[in-house]
């Protein structure tokens, strides 16, 4: 066996299949105090999907009101609920493109001292696969 076969053989035995676990990322704010307007920015660094999120207040609040925008460069889409609960679980599943704006605000007639919000995303198979690339280079 000559100089490059052995070379060879060698980077053969040492090739593997390497599994990587990608989680979704977590988009989350609190605010405290005497809440009002804005509770939540976020910017996508690529394309992807908010699988699901909850959100939490203080203290039970009739008719809390909350606007989600997602907005780029030239269009917005608002969806506005109100909150009847101090515990709210969703599941959107809504696609947002690289340089998507998320942006989350609330108003209500009484003092909100308290609001939580946590939003899982995961960017999709084709962005893992360039930032695993990339990474490994």
Known sequence: MNKEERIAARTERTKKNTRVAITPFPISNAVFGDVKG??????????GTI????????????GLNLAIMISDELTSATKTFTL??????????????????????????????????SFLWIPTEN???????????
């Open 84 to 117: 009847d609960e101090k515990y709210v679980k969703v599941a959107p599943n809504l696609e947002v493109k690289a340089g998507d704006m998320l942006s989350m605000s609330i108003a209500s007639e009484e003092i909100v001292e308290e609001f939580w919000v």
């Open 51 to 62: 699988t699901k999120g909850v959100i939490r207040v203080g203290k039970k609040i009739k």
């Open 127 to 137: 962005n893992i696969a360039r930032i695993l690339d990339e990474e490994i280079v």
């Open 38 to 47: 804005r509770v939540l920015s976020y910017l996508f660094p690529c394309d």
